[in-house]
């Protein structure tokens, strides 16, 4: 965990210390996540994204199916694929498909009224339309605490490291880092809301930075 905590803090610095010069976009993520428990272990949830921003329009769509077990308390394992065709103001580019390997922890710590939580994902991405397999795993630290009546506020950082090189996916190392704060609501006992922003900031080979400022918004459904 003490080496986890270290890479992200790495992986913070070099976000913040990103050159002046760089492509800002403003995007908008619309997320709808739905989960049924099969078990008191198994869990089966999906995830449907739709994103676009100002600069490339609607650009994917994101679909993600995964399997969890509960270990322990505190501790989930998790596999499943994601499918993602990218897009360019609506028009198809191109279609990335994913095997991911993940593992959450739970309330590994407390600093006053935070609880502090982790998840690692190990991807494999293809292309459709380039060779070879890129592999990389994406450390996540997130910070939960309660705001106001039911609501409550959720502060997350996850780098991006890739593992290896292909045709598709150039950068070897930190590839992107993602900062973010949003807020959550129950809208019942099986519904929940969440609003917020995100900052990605990607680095590109041999060029500037990307930078998108995110508006999420997203549903979710517990059964």
Same mark, same amino acid.
Request: hydrophobic content about 40%; aromatic content about 10%.
């Given at each position: 965990?003490?080496? !986890?905590?270290?890479?992200?803090?790495?992986?913070?610095?070099?976000? $913040?210390?990103?050159?002046?010069?760089?492509?800002?976009?403003?995007?908008?993520?619309?997320?709808?996540? !739905?989960?049924?428990?099969?078990?008191?272990?198994? *869990?089966?949830?999906?995830?449907?994204?739709?994103?676009?921003?100002?600069?490339?329009?609607?650009?994917?769509?994101?679909? #993600?199916?995964?399997?969890?077990?509960? #270990?322990?308390?505190?501790?989930?394992?998790?596999?499943?694929?994601?499918?993602?065709?990218?897009?360019?103001?609506?028009?198809?580019?191109?279609?990335?498909?994913?095997?991911?390997?993940?593992?959450?922890?739970?309330?590994?710590?407390?600093?006053?009224?935070?609880?502090?939580?982790?998840? #690692?994902?190990?991807?494999? *991405?293809?292309?459709?339309? *380039?060779?070879?397999? +890129?592999?990389?795993? *994406?450390?996540?630290?997130? $910070?939960?605490?309660?705001?106001? +009546?039911?609501?409550?506020?959720?502060?997350?950082?996850?780098?991006?490291?890739? !593992?290896?090189?292909?045709?598709?996916?150039?950068?070897?190392?930190?590839?992107?880092?993602?900062?973010? $704060?949003?807020?959550?609501?129950?809208?019942?006992?099986?519904?929940?809301?969440?609003?917020?922003?995100?900052?990605?900031?990607?680095?590109?080979?041999?060029?500037?930075?990307? #930078?998108?400022?995110?508006?999420?918004?997203?549903?979710?459904?517990?059964?």
């Amino acid at each position: 965990m003490r080496s !986890l905590t270290k890479s992200i803090a790495i992986a913070m610095l070099c976000g $913040a210390s990103s050159p002046a010069v760089a492509s800002d976009d403003a995007a908008y993520w619309q997320n709808l996540n !739905l989960s049924v428990k099969v078990s008191d272990e198994v *869990r089966i949830s999906s995830e449907t994204s739709f994103r676009s921003s100002d600069a490339r329009g609607f650009y994917q769509l994101q679909q #993600v199916l995964m399997v969890g077990y509960k #270990v322990s308390k505190n501790v989930t394992v998790s596999a499943g694929y994601v499918h993602a065709p990218n897009y360019s103001h609506g028009d198809f580019t191109s279609m990335e498909r994913r095997f991911r390997q993940q593992l959450n922890m739970d309330n590994l710590a407390k600093i006053g009224p935070f609880s502090l939580s982790g998840r #690692v994902r190990l991807e494999q *991405r293809f292309r459709d339309d *380039r060779s070879g397999t +890129g592999w990389r795993v *994406r450390p996540q630290i997130k $910070a939960v605490a309660p705001l106001f +009546g039911k609501v409550k506020i959720n502060l997350a950082s996850e780098p991006y490291f890739n !593992l290896n090189t292909t045709s598709f996916q150039t950068v070897d190392g930190l590839d992107r880092i993602r900062n973010s $704060a949003t807020f959550t609501a129950p809208l019942g006992k099986k519904l929940g809301i969440e609003i917020g922003y995100m900052n990605q900031n990607a680095f590109v080979s041999n060029g500037p930075d990307r #930078v998108d400022h995110v508006i999420m918004t997203g549903l979710s459904a517990s059964f």
